[in-house]
Nanobody, 118 residues
Framework: QVQLVESGGGLVQPGGSLRLSCVASGNIFRFYHASWYRQAPGKERELVAK???????SYGDSVKGRFTISTDNGKDTVYLQMNSLKPEDTAVYYCNAVHVFQSRYVYWGQGTQVTVSS
């Protein structure tokens, strides 16, 4: 059973930065796509950023140029560097892993709250 544990959320002022981390039980990101999603109150969960085992990345339109997703060399941690934060970035951020070849293997973290407010 894969476990994903997020950390790094908190309260930050508009224009500030935060870095989220997601630690997996095992070097799973060699074999799984890793993504960050977020869900704001009253809204649907949306994809923020995705990274493949090969290092390819993609971003939601609302965060392009401000957020960066990356993994460590050991492939057990995925990061989300968030810069120039805006109040509309306020949400619970979730880490997600999907097996590259067997998409039925999907795992979620418990979420970490990010609040952008002055």
């Amino acid at each position: 059973q894969v476990q994903l544990v997020e950390s790094g959320g908190g309260l930050v002022q508009p224009g500030g930065s935060l870095r989220l981390s997601c630690v997996a039980s095992g070097n799973i990101f060699r074999f799984y796509h890793a993504s960050w999603y977020r869900q704001a109150p009253g809204k649907e969960r949306e994809l923020v950023a995705k990274i493949t085992p090969g290092g390819g990345t993609s971003y939601g339109d609302s965060v392009k140029g401000r957020f960066t997703i990356s993994t460590d060399n050991g492939k057990d941690t995925v990061y989300l560097q968030m810069n120039s934060l805006k109040p509309e970035d306020t949400a619970v951020y979730y880490c997600n892993a999907v097996h590259v070849f067997q998409s039925r293997y999907v795992y979620w973290g418990q979420g970490t709250q990010v609040t952008v407010s002055s």
